[in-house]
């Protein structure tokens, strides 16, 4: 234990991820990984502050902490940083209007954003939703502009889901990018920004997280 | 007249590439490129040999000889150059079964070929058949391979339809080889391979073709 006492030095805050660490999706609303609702409980009872941190990209956060709730873990909304809100930042700053190649299940995230006329393509993980037409679709918008901006919800290769692993939205990014000869821009981890943005809604500095 | 004649010295035998030049396909078959049919024609009645080397793998060449055909052209199943029945040859020869991500309407190439108890994946232009569960499937088949193995009819990012655009295999390649993390061994033009056989098949030497 004095391991960890020092390295938690400093330490004001942890950073969760979701997917693959508290829970395995699939039917039914997934299952729980062995002993993370009670290491959620006990963090919440430290001093620490906590945050989830997610690249799910095929739910909305209301959605997604509901689930959550479900099974039994101590988690709102507001503790939730996502990539799909983070682009809808970006999205309004940069005065894009997407043509969104996302699951249904997230689209909510994205009830405030002018679709019309568009000038990007936001690609989020869309699971069945990844038609041959919808991929199409997307790459048909981004070939008739002058400047294609493809948003990408993530870079994830695959997840774990109960049945099995699943291909994420990074493979479909890919397929966009090689199609296009363009590389798109990543909301959601790795990037450095989306890391900042949870540190900033937690209020802690980088070097107080983990 | 002269420039063409000087080009030709020493020319013994034409590839002629097939979508995009000869044609443009599309509902009810598609539509020849002008000038097409009789030029094809012309280089028949030369002294020129005359192949056809095409990285279409979403028809049979049966069914693509049919449709050229029935837009006038003089052409023969035994006169085409495709990657399906250049694949079987590899697969054959390397003791491969394939998982077959394939359209519907190039299947009855890979007829003769045992596809129980897969060891790679064989990816062609599947059109509509890129479903997500389909991809998804492809993708678990090489997960769970030792030495995965992805052999890809083309690279080709897109062409284009008289409806418009419409990504090709190569992009859905990249997503497969992204998830995995492999390269994929392509059969069809790039690949020198390929075009060795097209000249073999014309019993012409490389320097020979044009």
């Known amino acids: 234990m004095a391991a960890w006492g020092e390295r938690l030095?400093?330490?004001?805050?942890?950073?969760?991820?979701?997917?693959?660490?508290?829970?395995?999706?699939?039917?039914?609303?997934?299952?729980?990984?062995?002993?993370?609702?009670?290491?959620?409980?006990?963090?919440?009872?430290?001093?620490?502050?906590?945050?989830?941190?997610?690249n799910e990209s095929q739910k909305s956060r209301g959605h997604l902490v509901g689930l959550l709730r479900h099974l039994g873990y101590d988690i709102s909304e507001g503790e939730v940083t996502a990539p799909a809100p983070a682009a809808c930042l970006i999205l309004r700053e940069r005065?894009?209007?997407?043509?969104?190649?996302?699951?249904?299940?997230?689209?909510?995230?994205?009830?405030?954003?002018?679709?019309?006329?568009?000038?990007?393509?936001?690609?989020?993980?869309?699971?069945?939703?990844?038609?041959?037409?919808?991929?199409?679709?997307?790459?048909?918008?981004?070939?008739?502009?002058?400047?294609?901006?493809?948003?990408?919800?993530?870079?994830?290769?695959?997840?774990?889901?109960?049945?099995g692993l699943m291909l994420d939205v990074g493979a479909y990014t890919k397929a966009l990018e090689y199609a296009c000869g363009i590389e798109a821009e990543v909301v959601g981890k790795p990037s450095p920004e989306f890391f900042k943005s949870a540190l900033q809604q937690m209020g802690v500095e980088a070097h107080q997280a983990q």
Request: neutral net charge; glycine residues 12%.
């Open 95 to 163: 005065g894009l209007r997407p043509h969104l190649l996302v699951h249904d299940g997230v689209r909510s995230e994205f009830a405030q954003v002018d679709t019309s006329n568009p000038n990007c393509v936001v690609i989020a993980d869309a699971g069945e939703d990844f038609s041959y037409q919808n991929m199409n679709k997307a790459f048909q918008v981004l070939m008739e502009l002058e400047n294609p901006v493809l948003i990408s919800l993530g870079r994830g290769r695959y997840y774990k889901e109960t049945s």
């Open 9 to 54: 030095a400093g330490v004001r805050g942890v950073l969760l991820d979701i997917s693959g660490v508290l829970y395995d999706s699939g039917e039914g609303g997934g299952v729980p990984i062995a002993g993370s609702v009670e290491a959620v409980a006990r963090l919440k009872q430290s001093r620490l502050k906590v945050r989830f941190c997610t």
